[in-house]
């Protein structure tokens, strides 16, 4: 699976985790199983100091291969299909873990 594969939503989620490097996202919104940036997403970048904290590379590229973690959160923003992810956390450009809110029924 590749990035072009997905929905403009679902690229513009990997584009925001490459952005970020290392933080979280708050408050993602997911309907019928894809992110909602409107209203937009609470993002927490972390900084560290004498260290890299730009994009990842790959934030540059048009299209690649989509690595396993992004794969299994896609899965699972696909599951929940409507709720809130309250916070994603990111590193090194890719979802780490996740803590959600899912609708009971």
Do not use: Y
């Amino acid at each position: 699976m590749t990035k072009s594969d997905l929905s403009p939503p679902k690229q513009r989620l990997i584009g925001l985790m490459q952005r970020i490097n290392f933080g979280c996202i708050e408050g993602l919104v997911v309907h019928d199983g894809d992110p909602v940036f409107a209203p937009s997403p609470r993002v927490i970048r972390e900084v560290k100091f004498c260290a890299e904290n730009g994009p990842r590379p790959e934030a540059a590229k048009q299209d690649f291969t989509l690595k396993k973690e992004v794969r299994d959160l896609l899965a699972r923003i696909e599951d929940l299909r409507n709720g809130t992810i309250l916070t994603l956390e990111v590193k090194h450009g890719l979802p780490f873990k996740m803590t959600l809110e899912e609708d009971a029924a």
